[in-house]
């Protein structure tokens, strides 16, 4: 039941990304909403399924845009792993633990896809996308995280996802 509620929402989120987030732009950028709930989900739940929601997450938005078929789903992956890893080692009910995960692991991913985009021939200068990209997209991230970080979280730990 957990991962077909985890379906929908990142259903909804590439959705939301994908049309309303079009127009809701700040700095040329919109939020990644489905990174944001794979890394919140891999800070409760760990590895193995942060990596398999990152995965599963990664290939639905890969399908759905356009994209590369599986860079997303790599990065995502990883993405879910690696934060899944300080599961039993933080403090994950105050707010500035996922704040700092949602900074640290977009800044990777986004620093991730940026490597595979430039092994497959995709040229830009790194400082540029860093400044006009990837710290815009970091900090909107960051900035939609406390609207619903604690209905979330709750659900992870108490609610309906948690079984």
Known sequence: MRFLIMFVLI???????????????????????????VIVYSLVKGPKEGAIV???????????????IGLSALTKMTVGYLVGLG?????????????????TA?????????????????QGAFGVVFLKGMIPLVIYNIALLPF????????????????
């Open 11 to 37: 259903l909804l989120s590439i959705i939301l990304q994908s049309t309303v987030f079009n127009f809701i732009q700040v700095a040329g950028v919109k939020p990644d909403l489905v990174l944001v709930l």
């Open 54 to 68: 990152g995965f599963v997450a990664g290939l639905m938005v890969d399908l759905a845009l356009g994209s590369f």
């Open 106 to 122: 977009s800044l990777f991913h986004e620093f991730l896809l940026y490597l595979l985009h430039s092994s497959l021939g995709f």
């Open 87 to 103: 599961e039993g080692l933080i403090y994950k009910e105050n707010l500035i633990i996922p704040i700092m995960a949602v900074f």
């Open 148 to 163: 619903f970080y604690s209905s979330f979280y709750n659900s992870l730990t108490k609610g309906v996802l948690s079984q």
